[in-house]
């Protein structure tokens, strides 16, 4: 293990993955930005180099490395407001921590407002040269990493101006494979393209770093072998398609067994009511899977998601993550969050929209907040204390992929099943509550604040969230309360609302 120093300059560019040309933020250039890949029990030491000065887009920031529990370091988390003040242009923050032996597929992405729908998003990998499940597969390179975006004609800002004043939540003009697609109407874009060699088992890490839509992923003429949720190894499972969700990862191997050519990788965008923008044609969003010796040509297969679709139901963690680990007993204390909206297109949980507090959740507990009701605004924060079982519920009632912060969780009951799973639960970050109610458990065993909330990005800016605020005593104490850095105090007063 290492401490890895990575600079990332955040500054505007103008990009056109989709063939409409705009103005976007980025890390290190390109949409999505600079990937980072280190190795299993690495630290970072990443340098944020705030270089924006666009005004149609925001200009301060704030960035989370989601899927990383932050041990002791919830002040490396991101979320502004939750964790940190925004990172004010022309500033430098260091997010300093310690990847503490996760391994598999991340990502990051600015955790202000709806920044990250401006192209302020890029993989995070951490690669594990002893990988319990390397038998599974032969390749695993950065050549083997496939993104999947919605893309905006409109700068987010904008956007959500539309959403608020007309309810609809915005509907991309394009999704991306890999930072290409193609709208209707639009130039012939080449599609992101994916080599295989015959013979070979390739480790297929799909990353969503989406704003809104989920993309049901296949491969035409080819099945897969899914092998991890979330940075979480789970046993193999064999599907033809697989829903990946706003935030979620899934790796999946895949044996090129099939005829030297071309085949169409599809991951069409679905949720909400997809009318409404002409520009916009699930079926554009697709790359090209080429096996050596196969003419640069674009595919002519058929085909699409048949076949089994995977389930996280059916998903089990291998023995080294320990499934199951949180038993069966009576959690300490159960959550049940209802989803309600009184006042559209705002979202309430129990009766209350999240909004932003004047004073970041983590420096307000920093400086003594100990009860639900010494926090500003005080019933968003939830408060939970070291060592409990923790039990969250959610109905459902639309189709919202939540994520916790700090923590990944068992999910042991899904959305569409009314059986509960205590033995082997699919463990991940990010789940979807659609149609039943769908409860995780987790254990309260990182002190911080963490962010729960719907990853729809543009649903998180009308409320749809809650703060857990973990063991505060715990916080203001040991390691964690010496490293809180004065620098990161100091950004607070340098914030500008109308950045
Ligand atoms: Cu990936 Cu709070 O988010």
Same mark, same amino acid.
């Given at each position: 293990?290492?401490?890895?120093?990575?600079?990332?300059?955040?500054?505007?560019?103008?990009?056109?993955?989709?063939?409409?040309?705009?103005?976007?933020?980025?890390?290190?250039?390109?949409?999505?930005? &600079?990937?980072?890949?280190?190795?299993?029990?690495?630290?970072? @030491?990443?340098?944020? *180099?705030?270089?924006?000065?666009?005004?149609?887009?925001?200009?301060?920031?704030?960035?989370?490395?989601?899927?990383?529990?932050?041990?002791?370091?919830?002040?490396?988390?991101?979320?502004?407001?939750?964790?940190?003040?925004?990172?004010?242009?022309?500033?430098?923050?260091?997010?300093?921590?310690?990847?503490?032996? &996760?391994?598999?597929?991340?990502?990051?992405?600015?955790?202000?407002?709806? &920044?990250?729908?401006?192209?302020?998003?890029?993989?995070?990998?951490?690669?594990?040269?002893?990988?319990?499940?390397? @038998?599974?597969?032969?390749?695993?390179?950065?050549?083997?990493?496939?993104?999947?975006?919605?893309?905006?004609?409109?700068?987010?800002?904008?956007?959500?101006?539309?959403?608020?004043?007309?309810?609809?939540?915005?509907?991309?003009?394009?999704?991306?494979?890999?930072?290409?697609?193609?709208?209707?109407?639009?130039?012939?874009?080449?599609?992101?393209?994916?080599?295989?060699?015959?013979?070979?088992?390739?480790?297929?890490?799909?990353?969503?770093?989406?704003?809104?839509?989920?993309?049901?992923?296949?491969?035409?003429?080819?099945?897969?072998?899914?092998?991890?949720?979330?940075?979480?190894? *789970?046993?193999?499972?064999?599907?033809?398609?697989?829903?990946?969700?706003?935030?979620?990862?899934?790796?999946?191997?895949?044996?090129?067994?099939?005829?030297?050519?071309?085949?169409?990788?599809?991951?069409?965008?679905?949720?909400?009511?997809?009318?409404?923008?002409?520009?916009?044609?699930? &079926?554009?969003?697709?790359?090209?899977?080429?096996?050596?010796?196969?003419?640069?040509?674009?595919?002519?297969?058929?085909?699409?998601?048949?076949?089994?679709?995977?389930?996280?139901?059916?998903?089990?963690?291998?023995?080294?993550?320990?499934?199951?680990?949180?038993?069966?007993?009576?959690? @300490?204390?159960?959550?049940?969050?209802?989803?309600?909206?009184?006042?559209?297109?705002?979202?309430?949980?129990?009766?209350?929209?999240?909004?932003?507090?004047?004073?970041?959740?983590?420096?307000?507990?920093?400086?003594?907040?100990?009860?639900?009701?010494?926090?500003?605004?005080?019933?968003?924060?939830?408060?939970?204390?070291?060592?409990?079982?923790?039990?969250?519920?959610?109905?459902?009632?639309?189709? *919202?992929?939540?994520?916790?912060?700090?923590?990944?969780? @068992?999910?042991?009951?899904?959305?569409?099943?009314?059986?509960?799973?205590?033995?082997?639960?699919?463990?991940?970050?990010?789940?979807?509550?659609?149609?039943?109610?769908?409860?995780?458990?987790?254990?309260?065993?990182?002190?911080?604040?963490?962010?729960?909330?719907?990853?729809?990005?543009?649903?998180?800016?009308?409320?749809?969230?809650?703060?857990?605020?973990?063991?505060?005593?715990?916080?203001?104490?040991?390691?964690?309360?010496?490293?809180?850095?004065?620098?990161?105090?100091?950004?607070?007063?340098?914030?500008?609302?109308?950045?």
């Amino acid at each position: 293990s290492a401490l890895v120093e990575i600079d990332l300059p955040v500054f505007n560019t103008r990009v056109s993955p989709d063939g409409f040309e705009r103005d976007a933020i980025t890390a290190g250039g390109g949409v999505p930005g &600079q990937a980072i890949i280190v190795n299993k029990g690495d630290s970072v @030491d990443i340098a944020l *180099h705030n270089q924006l000065d666009d005004p149609s887009m925001r200009r301060s920031t704030a960035i989370h490395w989601h899927g990383f529990f932050q041990a002791r370091t919830s002040y490396a988390d991101g979320p502004a407001f939750v964790n940190q003040c925004p990172i004010a242009p022309g500033d430098t923050f260091h997010y300093v921590f310690d990847t503490a032996g &996760q391994t598999g597929s991340y990502w990051y992405h600015s955790h202000l407002s709806t &920044q990250y729908c401006d192209g302020l998003r890029g993989v995070f990998i951490v690669y594990d040269p002893d990988d319990p499940q390397k @038998d599974l597969y032969d390749v695993d390179d950065e050549s083997t990493i496939i993104t999947l975006a919605d893309w905006y004609h409109d700068v987010a800002p904008d956007a959500q101006d539309d959403f608020l004043k007309s309810g609809t939540v915005p509907i991309p003009d394009s999704g991306l494979i890999n930072g290409r697609g193609r709208f209707v109407g639009g130039p012939l874009v080449p599609y992101a393209v994916v080599n295989v060699e015959k013979g070979k088992r390739y480790r297929l890490r799909l990353v969503s770093i989406a704003c809104r839509p989920f993309f049901t992923f296949s491969i035409d003429n080819h099945e897969f072998t899914a092998i991890e949720l979330d940075g979480v190894g *789970h046993d193999p499972v064999v599907a033809q398609n697989v829903d990946v969700y706003a935030a979620q990862r899934v790796s999946v191997v895949l044996n090129a067994n099939q005829p030297v050519g071309n085949y169409w990788i599809r991951a069409p965008p679905t949720g909400g009511n997809p009318n409404g923008n002409p520009n916009f044609d699930p &079926q554009l969003t697709k790359a090209i899977l080429r096996y050596a010796g196969a003419p640069e040509v674009e595919p002519t297969t058929t085909g699409g998601p048949t076949g089994h679709k995977l389930t996280d139901a059916e998903m089990h963690p291998i023995a080294q993550e320990g499934p199951g680990k949180l038993g069966d007993g009576p959690p @300490d204390i159960a959550f049940n969050l209802q989803i309600t909206q009184p006042n559209p297109p705002f979202f309430d949980i129990n009766g209350i929209s999240y909004i932003s507090p004047p004073v970041p959740v983590l420096l307000q507990i920093m400086s003594g907040a100990a009860h639900p009701m010494d926090f500003l605004p005080s019933s968003q924060v939830l408060l939970i204390e070291a060592n409990q079982t923790i039990e969250v519920s959610i109905p459902g009632g639309g189709a *919202h992929p939540f994520h916790l912060h700090g923590h990944n969780f @068992d999910i042991v009951r899904t959305s569409n099943s009314d059986v509960t799973n205590y033995v082997n639960p699919a463990r991940r970050d990010v789940v979807p509550v659609l149609g039943g109610n769908m409860t995780f458990r987790f254990k309260a065993d990182n002190p911080g604040a963490w962010f729960l909330h719907c990853h729809i990005d543009w649903h998180l800016e009308v409320g749809l969230a809650v703060v857990f605020a973990e063991a505060p005593a715990a916080n203001r104490a040991g390691p964690h309360a010496q490293i809180t850095p004065d620098d990161w105090l100091a950004l607070c007063p340098k914030y500008d609302d109308l950045d």
